[in-house]
């Protein structure tokens, strides 16, 4: 597993900082429930534009049909604004992101 965090992130509000943990937790659970990944690259970093998480797999990928996790977690990313894509990787895996607009990061 590789990590990339950015040294300055923004003061991230409460509700903020519980969807990215959650978020986090269900794409990892899924990972090592469902993907056979051999690698996972987890990143979260910060741009003018806003605030992205990131978790990519080398697994097997596959079906991708919006079960009860997925669900959950494009709730997740609507109560604060965010947008969530959960695709498959070209290379095989899965891609799982999350980007949180800048006035939301910090609200």
């Known amino acids: 597993m590789t990590w990339e965090l950015d040294d300055e992130l923004p003061e991230l509000s409460r509700e903020v900082e519980l969807v990215l943990y959650r978020i986090a937790q269900e794409a990892l659970t899924n990972v090592a429930r469902h993907a056979h990944a051999t690698r996972v690259d987890f990143a979260l970093t910060s741009s003018t534009t806003g605030l992205t998480l990131r978790i990519l797999d080398d697994g097997r990928g596959g079906d991708l049909r919006v079960g009860a996790g997925i ?32 006035p939301a990061a910090g609200s």
């Open 71 to 102: 669900r959950g977690m494009r709730e997740r990313a609507l109560l604060i604004g965010a947008e969530l894509t959960v695709a498959a990787r070209p290379s095989g895996g899965t891609d799982v992101c999350l980007v949180v607009p800048g």
